[in-house]
């Protein structure tokens, strides 16, 4: 089984900083690439910020030069430093990945529970 595990999430005032993690684990093959979402109270959920296994980032034109996503391959790792924290940032942060797993032919797309981000104003 593969799981998906973020944390990192809490209460921070507006222009602060948060750093997310997500630790991925199980019978793993390979991971491709890496994502957060987030999902704000009745709105749908977001790509933030991708990370392919390849190198390369892409993010939201509204996180741009604010965020930065990276990964640590080695230990199965994916990260969200978040700065200059506004309200409008306030949501639950999911992390994916697209993960081949031991058993499997094909990467299957797996999630994390989330966590909770609240910028206060």
């Known amino acids: 089984q593969v799981q998906l595990v973020e944390s990192g999430g809490g209460l921070v005032q507006t222009g602060g900083s948060l750093r997310l993690s997500c630790a991925a684990s199980?019978?793993?093959?390979?991971?491709?690439?890496m994502a957060w979402y987030r999902q704000a109270p009745q709105k749908q959920r977001e790509l933030v910020a991708v990370?392919?296994?390849?190198?390369?980032?892409d993010y939201a034109d509204s996180v741009k030069g604010r965020f930065t996503i990276s990964r640590d391959n080695a230990k199965k790792m994916l990260y969200l430093q978040m700065d200059s924290l506004k309200p409008e940032d306030t949501a639950v942060y999911y992390c994916?990945?697209?993960?081949?797993?031991?058993?499997?032919?094909?990467?299957?797309?797996?999630w994390g529970q989330g966590t909770q981000v609240t910028v206060s104003a």
């Open positions: 994916n990945a697209l993960i081949l797993s031991s058993g499997r032919r094909y990467p299957g797309s797996y």
């Open positions: 199980g019978n793993i093959l390979d991971i491709n690439t």
């Open positions: 990370i392919p296994s390849g190198g390369g980032t």
